[in-house]
């Protein structure tokens, strides 16, 4: 049981190009989102999703978009990568009988863009 | 929307000492809070967490009551270690589909 699988753990990007975050999950949970994390700022969430084929923005989903295709996975698309989007991402997921017990984390991608 | 206000950090302490780190939140409904702690290069792990009005949450000596009245949910812990350096996170779930976390607080403790 591999709980939340996020890929890759480091990643350099250079300004302009783009590039997918994948978050994966094996609990068959329905719930899953996707967080930033930068100094000071706390974890911000960026998108998140109640199932296959339903999205839906956070706080700062500017630069990002998202799909769900199935229940397992849950990329994180940046179309241009800029700056401003050096990061830790976290990608969590739970399911509606089990929110209020918790959520699942990913171990994290460590984004730079230079 | 939904959102949550931590005390700022960080927050220096001595082995042994007493630990409050003070957390309100604002959402619709009723929520379930939580603490989530990260430890130095480490990812996320839940402290503790509490489900409904009057609630506590305990776990290694961690400690916080959902305070409806108030809208708080503070940390607390008699006795820290300097094993409980790490930054802690409050949390709410939105909705029940995703999390609002606070800013989070710094803790150092030194021997």
């Known amino acids: 049981n591999a709980g939340v699988t996020q890929t890759p753990k480091f990643q350099v990007l250079k300004t302009g190009q783009s590039m997918t975050l994948q978050c994966a999950q094996d609990?068959?949970?329905?719930?899953m989102s996707w967080y930033r994390q930068d100094p000071g700022m706390g974890l911000r969430l960026i998108h998140y999703?109640?199932?296959?084929?339903?999205?839906d923005q956070g706080e700062v989903p500017n630069g990002y978009n998202v799909s769900r295709s199935t229940t397992e996975d849950f990329p994180l698309r940046l179309l241009s990568a800029a700056p401003s989007q050096t990061s830790v991402y976290f990608c969590?997921?739970?399911?509606?009988?089990?929110?209020?017990?918790?959520?699942?984390f990913g171990s994290g991608t460590r984004l730079t863009v230079v | 929307g939904d959102s949550v206000t931590q005390m700022e950090g960080p927050v220096t302490l001595s082995e042994e000492a007493f630990l409050t780190i003070n957390c309100t939140y604002t959402?619709?409904?009723?929520?379930?809070l939580f603490w989530y702690v990260q430890y130095p290069g480490e990812g996320l792990q839940l402290l503790l967490k509490?489900?409904?009005?009057?609630d506590k949450g305990s776990n290694k000596g961690f400690e916080a009551t959902y305070r409806k009245e108030t809208t708080s949910f503070h940390l607390e812990k008699g006795s820290v270690q300097v094993s409980d350096s790490a930054v802690y996170f409050c949390?709410?779930?939105?909705?029940?589909?995703?999390?609002?976390f606070g800013k989070g607080t710094t803790l150092s403790v030194s021997s």
């Open positions: 969590a997921s739970s399911s509606p009988g089990r929110t209020n017990y918790g959520y699942t």
């Open positions: 609990m068959n949970h329905e719930y």
């Open positions: 999703s109640v199932g296959a084929g339903i999205t």
């Open positions: 959402a619709t409904g009723y929520p379930s």
């Open positions: 509490a489900t409904k009005a009057d």
């Open positions: 949390a709410t779930n939105q909705a029940g589909t995703a999390l609002i």
